[in-house]
């Protein structure tokens, strides 16, 4: 089965943001006062062939851990949906 | 001293390093490419900085896997010594071989101007020939190198004598505003619980010739080879 997965990457609660809190100002320099905190993080579609839904996501898993995350400052969020069989050549219709 | 320099796809200050090495201290060096396997016959690897790998997805990240990486931490788990200079200092903490990591720049700039250093540990090899408190003139030139570790990992490296360098005033007074980057305590430099291994963000090949603005950076390569000397003995 083929799988999209989506990794979202964020600095943990504890670790201090720059980017976030200079995003921030600029949205209230445009006049967005209502914005408290923005969180800045990183965003990876992945796709990816595995038998089934389970493996898929342990395999993500562990591709967070390894490589796309780093623990030390950041979390992690992993989206799964499976992605329609690629259509054989042959079988396609006019 | 057999001084052994790693050259990943975007690093930029391998010459830098073995000019200082090479032509101000005369000692002998060569280039380890980042597909190589072994580190044999060295006394020294150092990790230089720059943008390894581009520095996607996090400053150090891909380069942490490079082939020649597993040969420099059985290095360092051996007591070889390695110096990680900025790029280099976010591989090694990338590759757990020093804690912590670092953080884009508290001001979102990237900084490149001399600061000052204080010596903080005399013990690790790359500062023995220093005193305690010793203020070293050395350039920066980074965006993410704001230090970050949790409170338990900061205060195990100050018990442990980890911290190896802060960045403070030119009389040596670590202040807010001699901070460059935001960095958790001003540390500039850790090393491994052995002292044989150190990160550090500043660059001492960058300081090694009165030409160059200044030479003190070349007393953490004289202190390598005095290391050195001290484990032949």
């Known amino acids: 089965m083929r799988y999209r997965a989506e990794v979202f990457v964020t600095l943990k609660p504890v670790v201090n943001d720059p980017a976030g809190l200079t995003i921030r100002g600029g949205l209230r320099a445009l006049g967005f006062d209502s914005v408290s905190e923005v ?56 | 001293m057999r001084t052994g ?11 830098d390093c073995a000019h200082a090495i090479l032509d101000v201290l005369q000692e002998p060096v060569r280039y380890i490419d ?15 900085g720059g943008f390894s790998y581009g520095d996607y997805l996090r400053c150090g990240a891909i380069a942490r896997f490079a082939p020649v990486m597993e040969a420099v931490a059985d290095f360092a788990n051996r007591g070889g010594l390695v110096l990680g200079i900025c790029n280099g200092f976010q591989i090694l903490q990338e590759a757990r071989l020093l804690p912590g990591a670092l953080l884009r720049n508290a001001s979102c700039e990237f900084r490149c101007e001399w600061v000052h250093l204080r010596v903080e540990q005399s013990n ?27 409170t338990e990992t900061l205060d195990a490296l100050e018990r442990n004598g980890q911290v190896v360098f802060r960045y403070c005033a030119s009389d040596g007074r670590v202040t807010a ?11 500039a ?35 390598a080879i005095h290391a050195l000397a001290q484990v032949a003995v």
């Not at chain 1, 400052?73 to 006019?94: K, N, Q, T």
């Not at chain 2, 980042?34 to 230089?48: A, K, M, T, Y």
């Not at chain 2, 203020?135 to 704001?146: A, D, F, K, M, Q």
């Not at chain 2, 850790?190 to 603005?213: D, K």
């Open chain 1, 39 to 94: 969180r800045s993080g990183k965003y990876l579609v992945l796709t990816l062939d595995e038998p089934d839904a389970t493996q898929a996501r342990a395999r993500v898993d562990q591709m967070a851990r390894q490589l796309l995350a780093n623990s030390v400052i950041e979390d992690y969020r992993i989206e799964l949906e499976p992605v329609g069989e690629p259509v054989a050549a042959g079988e396609r219709s006019a």
């Open chain 2, 5 to 15: 320099i790693v050259v990943f796809p975007g690093t930029w200050s391998d010459r």
């Open chain 2, 34 to 48: 980042h597909r190589e396997h072994h580190v044999d016959g060295l006394d020294l690897v150092i990790l230089p």
């Open chain 2, 124 to 150: 690790s090899a790359f500062t023995l020939d220093c005193r305690p408190g010793q203020v070293l003139r050395i350039p920066i030139s980074h965006g993410e190198g704001n230090f970050f570790a949790e």
């Open chain 2, 177 to 187: 505003d001699s901070n460059p980057n935001g960095s958790l305590r001003n540390i």
């Open chain 2, 189 to 223: 430099g850790i090393a491994n619980a052995h002292g044989n291994v150190v990160g550090m963000m500043p660059h001492p090949e960058r300081a090694c010739e009165p030409l160059l603005g200044g030479d003190d950076g070349l007393l953490l390569f004289r202190s």
